[in-house]
């Protein structure tokens, strides 16, 4: 396949100097999304803004994928973690950024929003939750996650973390389907005494 690739420099000195690179190369599509980065002699990486396929027709450059454990077992009392993590074409602006964790009992159930992130990461208190929710991630670092302490059995539901990272026309999602166990004590054994 034959890519002309238009770039917008990063590079202080020259801000909106283009570059047109044509490259002839082999892409897996089978997510249907295409993340592209070069270096050119400008300087620093450069972002790939606009993709043409031969055909002239032209779609911008996104790759929001999030990456979560989709089915975790947790162990009723205990401590879990929610992993959630996500890449982007783009570095994280702190003030455009968005991200919300939210709750559902089952598929048929209302999602309730327990932490959210815009400006600055906000716990919501739910009366399901309290403050066991924490925020566990790094976002310099694309990493969201979340922990619940003292998990319970009614915590067992389904997880989804939304992020959006403009200016990434995509937004990406992760579901967890978290089951808490309770754990099992051993039988007593019962012993007669014979006089």
Known sequence: ???????????????????????????????????????????????????????????????????????????????????????????????????????????NDSAVMFMIYKHRMTPLRTERFGDRVVFAGNLDKNDVSVTISDVQITDQGIYNCYVRNPPDRQHGYGVINLSVLTECKAPRTVQESFN
């Open 1 to 107: 396949m034959l890519l002309v690739v238009t770039q917008r420099s990063l590079h202080p000195a020259h801000p909106s100097t283009t570059v047109f690179a044509y490259i002839s190369l082999r892409l897996d599509w089978a997510h249907g999304l295409m993340c592209l980065r070069s270096k050119t002699g400008l300087g620093p990486w450069s972002h790939v803004s606009m993709v043409r396929d031969w055909t002239g027709a032209g779609s911008p450059a996104s790759c929001m994928d999030v990456l979560v454990t989709h089915q975790l077992n947790a162990l009723n009392g205990t401590l879990v973690k929610l992993s959630c993590t996500f890449t982007s074409c783009y570095k994280v602006d702190a003030g455009k950024f968005a991200m919300n964790w939210t709750y559902q009992e089952t598929l």
